[in-house]
């Protein structure tokens, strides 16, 4: 089983930043890729960004050069620097590990607010 546990979501005005961080305890060696998805009310949850082990990244075109996954390793903490936030990127946040077997955990979620 793994644990996850998200922090520093919070109101934000446009093009204002906010970091979010998402600490994972229990069986984390078996995670291979961590991320970030999103869920707007009416919305199908979506990607974000996601790192793996060997720190390779991956970006919704919506948050490329705008939000930078990074992760700490010895800590075992993702994060998820957003710069330059957008009315539309107002969303309840989840960070994700999904396992070498395909299997999904998902932390409770950060709400996430921007306004004008």
């Known amino acids: 089983q793994v644990q996850l546990v998200e922090s520093g979501g919070g109101l934000a005005r446009t093009g204002a930043s906010l970091r979010l961080s998402c600490a994972a305890s229990g069986y984390v060696n078996a995670l291979y890729v961590m991320g970030w998805y999103r869920q707007s009310p009416g919305k199908q949850r979506e990607l974000v960004a996601t790192i793996t082990r060997g720190e390779t990244t991956n970006y919704a075109d919506s948050v490329k050069d705008r939000f930078t996954i990074s992760r700490d390793h010895s800590k075992e903490m993702i994060f998820l620097q957003m710069d330059s936030l957008r009315l539309e990127d107002t969303a309840v946040y989840y960070c994700?590990?999904?396992?070498?077997?395909?299997?999904?955990?998902w932390g409770q979620g950060t709400q996430v607010t921007v306004s004008s």
């Open positions: 994700n590990g999904r396992t070498y077997g395909a299997t999904d955990y």
